[in-house]
């Protein structure tokens, strides 16, 4: 299994970045799918995550309203749409796939990408 995270890099706040997760070895649309973010210094935190059936959407309170995850089952790519960019949001970004329901754990997840590092300029 093999998660490749890509579309990172450095914006100005209040700009917007896409991030794409290419699954191979699992399917997007058979595993919870979920993003998190670490940022210097700080834990690994939740940022959003997409469930398999139904395709029931969460998000952090941080940035709820301006980032959206979906996915594309014929491309087994899910995306975290990131807009209004913050400079708190600068952080690596993972991707990562899980079996259980409890999606803001990073514990419970199986497997992760390499990670993506979002820059954001105030």
């Known amino acids: 299994v093999q998660l490749q995270a890509s579309g990172g890099g450095l914006v100005q706040a209040g700009g917007s970045l896409r991030l794409s997760c290419a699954a191979s070895?699992?399917?997007?649309?058979?595993?919870?799918m979920g993003w998190f973010r670490q940022a210097p210094g700080k834990e690994r935190e939740f940022v959003a995550a997409m469930r398999w059936i139904g395709g029931s959407k969460y998000y952090a309170d941080s940035v709820k309203d301006r980032f959206t995850i979906f996915r594309d089952s014929a491309k087994n790519t899910v995306y975290l749409q990131m807009s209004n960019l913050e400079p708190g949001d600068r952080a690596v970004y993972y991707c990562a796939a899980t079996k259980t329901s409890d999606h803001s754990d990073p514990e419970q997840y199986l497997y992760w990408g390499q990670g993506t590092l979002v820059t954001v300029s105030s």
């Open positions: 070895g699992l399917s997007v649309s058979s595993y919870d």
